[in-house]
C-alpha cells in the first residue's frame, strides 16, 4: 500500500548530519559506526528504504531554529543564521530534484499525477508487467523502476522567516506548510515546554499564509499559541507529527479537546514514532525500545479514530531519524521500510481496507487536494 508520511528531516539528516540519504540506511550506519553520539549508527531513513517501503510522497522539512538557547545542530544566534541554514537545506531538495532522485510537489495537479505515477506502478509491479515504459530518472526496487518520491516541502519553526512579508519569496521557492512553533520559545510562537502564545510576529504570519493559501501545522504549539492559532487562520490545518495526551500526559501531545479542534477543522493528525511520545515513564537516553513496539504505534492511530468516529482524521507523521534513531524507535522497526508492518495490524485490529488506505495515505491526499484546489501555483 502507498504511504504518505507527513514528517521526515530529509535535508537536516543529509546536511547538519552529513549523510547521504541517497545511499541505504544500511550502508549509513557502518559509515557512521564509530560515531557515539545518540541516533548515530541507528539511522532507518534513507531513500531506498522508502521506496521499499512505498512512500510515495512525504513531507520534507526545512528546520532551523533561532531562540537563544544554542544547540550545535538546529538553533542558532540570530535569525540570518537560521533563514541561511534553512534556504541551504531548500536549496538541497532542489538539487536533488534536477538530480531525478525526488520530485517537488507543489500544486494539486503535480500531486495527482505523481500519484496516479506509483499507482500505475504498483499495477504493473503486481501483474509482472515490463517496467521500461516508466521514468529513466527514478531506482529500482525490488528489479522494477519506480518513479521518484515526492516531497512537498515543509517548515518546522517559522524563525527561518526573518519577517513575515518575506513568506511570498519562500512561497514561490515552493514552501507550501509551516509550523511556526518547535521547542521552547520561538520568534512567532511559543512551543513545546512553554507557555507563551503568538508573538506579534506570529500573529502577522498566519493572515498571510492563509492568503497564500499554506497550510498551519499545529505541531509543537504551546496550548495557548495552539488556541490563538486556530482562532486567527482560517486555512487548512493539521498536526503532521502528534501523539495523543489521554495516552502519554505531555505538553508535548495534544489533548482530546485540541484534537476534536482539528477533527472539527477536516484537518489529520500524524502519529508519531519516537518512542517518548509512545509510551508513559520512556527517559530518553536511558530507557530501551524494547518496551515500544509498533502495536503502541497503532494504538495513538485507534485513539483518533474512536475519537473522530471515523478513520478520515488519522495518519503517519513518523519523524524517524528526528534527531534520535532506531534506539528510540518501536523495536520491531528497523527501518522506514516497515511502516508497512502497519497495514496487518490495522486489518488485526478490524479496519476494513478502505480505512485503512485512509491513514495509509488518503488522509493526507484529501487534506491536500482540498487545501491547494484554487491556490496560486
Not at 498551519?216 to 482562532?231: E, G, K, P, R
Not at 516497515?338 to 480505512?355: A, F, I, P, S, W
Request: aromatic letters at 8%; proline letters at 3%.
Amino acid at each position: 500500500m502507498l504511504i504518505i508520511d507527513a514528517h521526515l528531516d530529509l535535508a537536516w539528516n543529509a546536511l547538519q548530519w552529513n549523510r547521504d540519504i541517497t545511499k541505504s540506511v544500511y550502508t549509513i550506519r557502518t559509515q557512521e559506526s564509530d560515531l557515539t553520539e545518540p541516533g548515530r549508527g541507528q539511522n532507518t531513513v534513507a531513500f531506498p528504504e522508502m521506496r521499499q517501503g512505498r512512500v510515495a510522497v512525504a513531507f520534507a522539512t526545512l528546520l532551523a531554529r533561532s531562540t537563544g538557547h544554542p544547540d550545535p545542530h538546529i538553533d542558532y544566534g540570530r535569525p540570518a543564521q537560521a533563514y541561511g541554514i534553512a534556504q541551504g537545506q531548500l536549496a538541497y531538495y532542489h538539487a536533488l530534484a534536477e538530480a531525478g532522485q525526488i520530485r517537488l510537489i507543489s500544486d494539486v495537479t503535480m500531486l495527482n499525477q505523481h500519484i496516479a505515477e506509483w499507482e500505475q506502478w504498483e499495477t504493473d509491479l503486481e501483474s509482472g508487467l515490463n517496467e521500461s515504459h516508466l521514468s529513466t530518472s527514478s531506482s529500482a526496487v525490488s528489479g522494477y523502476t519506480s518513479p521518484p518520491l515526492g516531497l512537498i516541502i515543509s517548515m518546522e519553526s517559522a524563525d527561518p522567516i526573518i519577517e513575515p512579508v518575506q513568506l511570498e519569496q519562500w512561497w514561490q521557492a515552493g514552501l507550501r506548510i509551516i509550523g511556526p512553533a518547535h521547542y521552547g520559545l520561538g520568534r512567532y510562537a511559543g512551543g513545546t515546554a512553554t507557555e507563551g502564545g503568538l508573538t506579534d510576529l506570529g500573529q502577522a504570519l498566519l493572515p498571510r499564509m492563509a492568503e497564500l493559501g499554506m497550510i498551519l501545522d499545529m505541531t509543537h504549539f504551546s496550548d495557548q499559541a495552539f488556541w490563538q492559532a486556530l482562532n486567527l487562520f482560517d486555512g487548512s490545518v493539521l498536526a503532521s507529527h502528534n501523539n495523543c495526551r489521554a495516552l502519554v500526559p505531555h505538553q508535548r501531545q495534544f489533548n482530546d479537546d485540541q484534537l476534536k479542534a482539528i477533527i472539527e477543522r477536516d484537518g489529520v493528525i500524524g502519529t508519531v514514532f519516537d518512542a517518548w511520545m509512545l509510551k508513559t515513564g520512556w527517559v530518553i537516553n536511558h530507557t530501551t525500545n524494547e518496551i515500544v513496539s509498533l502495536n503502541d504505534v497503532v494504538n495513538q492511530i485507534d485513539y483518533v479514530c474512536q475519537l473522530s468516529g471515523n478513520s478520515q482524521h488519522s495518519a503517519i507523521g513518523s519523524d524517524l531519524d528526528g534527531g534520535f534513531g532506531k534506539d528510540q524507535s518501536p523495536h520491531d522497526l528497523d527501518t522506514i521500510a516497515d511502516l508497512q508492518k502497519l497495514v496487518g495490524m490495522l486489518r488485526e485490529r478490524g479496519y476494513v481496507e478502505t480505512d485503512i488506505a485512509n491513514i495509509m495515505h488518503g488522509n493526507w491526499l484529501r487534506l491536500l487536494r482540498r487545501s491547494w484546489a484554487g491556490t496560486l501555483v
